[in-house]
Nanobody
Framework: QVYPVESGGGSVQAGGSLRLSCVVSVSDYALYNLGWFRQLPGKEREGVAA???????IYATSAKGRFTISQDNAKNTLYLQMNSLKPEDTGMYYC????????????????????WGQGTQVTVSS
């Protein structure tokens, strides 16, 4: 089993920043596709940013220019730096992992991921 564990959520004012972390407890971390997803109030879960196992990075339009995905392979840790946060960013953020090779076009679609963290709440006030 793969057990992603997210942390770093919290409450900030609009324009503020948060850095989310996700520890993925696998021995072959570098082989995994890794992504950040979120579920906003009243909406379906959506992809935010992701790496595939080849190192390709994809961002959702809503994240471009504000969010940065990165990772530390030595620590089995994925990060999401979120700047210029907006109230519409409020929601539950999830880390996901998938061991199969995924094409870059697929890595922001939740159905391609088998392993999910418990989520961390992000709240942005006006």
């Amino acid at each position: 089993q793969v057990y992603p564990v997210e942390s770093g959520g919290g409450s900030v004012q609009a324009g503020g920043s948060l850095r989310l972390s996700c520890v993925v407890s696998v021995s072959d971390y570098a082989l995994y596709n890794l992504g950040w997803f979120r579920q906003l109030p009243g909406k379906e879960r959506e992809g935010v940013a992701a790496f595939n196992s080849a190192g390709t990075t994809i961002y959702a339009t809503s994240a471009k220019g504000r969010f940065t995905i990165s990772q530390d392979n030595a620590k089995n840790t994925l990060y999401l730096q979120m700047n210029s946060l907006k109230p519409e960013d409020t929601g539950m953020y999830y880390c996901a992992a998938e061991g199969r090779s995924l094409a870059s076009w697929s890595i922001l679609f939740q159905q391609y991921y088998n392993y999910w963290g418990q989520g961390t709440q992000v709240t942005v006030s006006s």
